[in-house]
T-cell receptor, first 115, second 113 residues
Framework: KAGVTQTPRYLIKTRGQQVTLSCSPI?????VSWYQQTPGQGLQFLFE???????NKGNFPGRFSGRQFSNSRSEMNVSTLELGDSALYLC??????????????FGPGTRLTVL | KNQVEQSPQSLIILEGKNCTLQ??????????LRWYKQDTGRGPVSLTI?????NTKSNGRYTATLDADTKQSSLHITASQLSDSASYIC????????????FGKGTRLSVIA
């Protein structure tokens, strides 16, 4: 079974630009979550999607947005990039239920550098 | 404020030795607690998930304990191997399901020969 894939793996942008990252979940997984990881803050939850609907959202500004397609693939977008947005962006997929916790499977991440 | 604190920040042990990593949390309401292993440059890999009613859970040489009364968890690694060198992250969920999740900063473990 193929794992979670993320593209691109590395990205360099300049301040003010926008970026779109892509995530393909494990086949059969309909929940996709996004996380930001930085050396100073560690892992932080961005948002979770299930059935094309955002189910939960972390404490990030509106410049961070996402969406999920009918095939469960997900994208996240960051507009008006700032230097502080430089981070490893991780996507995780899992089965989903409002009443139980399932194991999350993480992708390798996209390393975003903002210059 | 929901927080997860891990200790120590870093740890160096000899191959074959045991070690224990600590996690204290103030997340409320509590739903579940997870331990992840993250190798450098890779995404985290789930080791265990424990709910309120579970005290101990094992995954091979990894054993996690949970004391929901004191809001503490530990991850014990037995007979360490060089491949155990990684960051170990404790994560607590405040609601049922996967999110929202509160992450610890991790313990960086180095196993040396």
């Amino acid at each position: 079974k193929a794992g979670v894939t993320q593209t691109p793996r590395y990205l360099i942008k300049t301040r003010g630009q926008q970026v779109t990252l892509s995530c393909s979940p494990i086949s059969g997984h309909r929940s996709v979550s996004w996380y930001q990881q930085t050396p100073g803050q560690g892992l932080q939850f961005l948002f979770e999607y299930f059935s094309e609907t955002q189910r939960n959202k972390g404490n990030f500004p509106g410049r961070f947005s996402g969406r999920q397609f009918s095939n469960s693939r997900s994208e996240m977008n960051v507009s008006t990039l700032e230097l502080g947005d430089s981070a490893l962006y991780l996507c995780a997929s899992s089965l989903w239920s409002s009443g139980r916790a399932y194991e999350q499977f993480f992708g390798p991440g996209t390393r975003l550098t903002v210059l | 404020k929901n927080q997860v604190e891990q200790s120590p920040q870093s740890l160096i042990i000899l191959e074959g030795k045991n070690c224990t990593l600590q996690c204290n949390y103030t997340v409320s309401p509590f739903s579940n607690l997870r331990w992840y292993k993250q190798d450098t440059g890779r995404g985290p890999v789930s080791l265990t998930i424990m709910t309120f009613s579970e005290n101990t859970k094992s995954n091979g040489r990894y054993t996690a304990t949970l004391d929901a009364d004191t809001k503490q968890s530990s991850l014990h690694i037995t007979a360490s191997q060089l491949s155990d060198s990684a960051s170990y992250i404790c994560v607590v969920s405040a609601n049922s399901g996967n999110t929202p999740l509160v992450f610890g900063k991790g313990t960086r473990l180095s196993v040396i020969a």
